[in-house]
């Protein structure tokens, strides 16, 4: 059987940690998705940001059938073998004129998950590019450990409270993640990534799925919401619960988040981190 991924990308992944443009969705998709991105937008209450937009595929089948696109799974599986699960999903939208940066960091800083094999599936909404605050990476950076994170100082304007010291690393060699609509990229849970800034008259959109290969086990001390859909293949460690498939095409939750980026102070306090 065709591999969904070539040989040199997925040496690419193993050598830089990432991997983008890969086409999943096209132009005509694109509508039935924005239609739906604006029905869930219409579900948040007022106060409510897009932030809390996160696991809502456990309550929206618009989101799960995203987050179990054939192509998207496909090109997961060269990845991480033949027996994975979804856990996570969530929006990071930059509206037009949104200084609001994400700061560089580590994933698996922050998701109390064992072993360290994880991957994000970000896809593209919008075109993503240097003018509308498209993803940076440090190429590699996913082969060196987990790095201290550090607070940030004073009033921010960072989607996170922490910042991962970059000191070890040339930031001549970033690299930027550009994409079209309907593309997506993957990125380690251990690649050192961020983001500026949307200085543009330009949204730009993107929505993550974070996927594990079955050994991989939560502490649900840490994350008790943690639930997993099974992806592809077999579950023979069932290490962690499994979630129901939602009836409601389109849903929300209404949940405290403690898995990952905003539970950065809770788990910080916890003794999962190894590093
Ligand atoms: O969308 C962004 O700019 C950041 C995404 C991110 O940090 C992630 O996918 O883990």
Known sequence: MTKALTDSQIAQ?????????????????L???????AEELNLLEAGETTKEIREWHEASRFLFDICM????LDYVECLLGTDYYL??????????????????????YYWPL???????????????DPENGSMEILPGSHKGGIFTHNRLEGEGSSVLDLECDTSAFNLST???????????????????HGSPGNPSDRRRAGL????SPTNVKCDLSVNPNFKV???????????????????????????????????????????????
């Open 13 to 29: 992944y193993h050598e830089k940690g990432y991997i983008d443009a890969l086409p999943v969705f096209d132009a005509s998709d």
């Open 31 to 37: 509508a039935t998705l924005n239609i739906g991105l």
């Open 69 to 72: 696109n054939k192509k998207i």
């Open 87 to 108: 856990w996570a999903s969530n929006f990071f939208i930059k509206e037009p004129c949104s200084l609001e940066s994400v700061t560089w960091h580590q994933d698996a």
């Open 114 to 128: 064992d072993p360290r094999a994880s991957l994000t599936v970000w896809l593209a909404f919008d075109d993503a």
């Open 174 to 192: 970033v690299e930027r993640i550009n994409m079209k609509a309907g593309q997506i990229s993957i990125h380690s849970d251990q690649l050192i």
């Open 208 to 211: 993550t799925a974070r996927y």
């Open 229 to 275: 859909y099974q992806a592809r293949g077999t579950d023979t460690y069932n290490y962690n619960p499994k979630a129901e498939v939602p009836t409601e095409q389109y849903g929300r939750l209404y949940r405290e988040h403690l898995s990952i980026e905003e539970a950065g102070e809770e788990a910080e306090a916890k003794t999962w981190k190894k590093d």
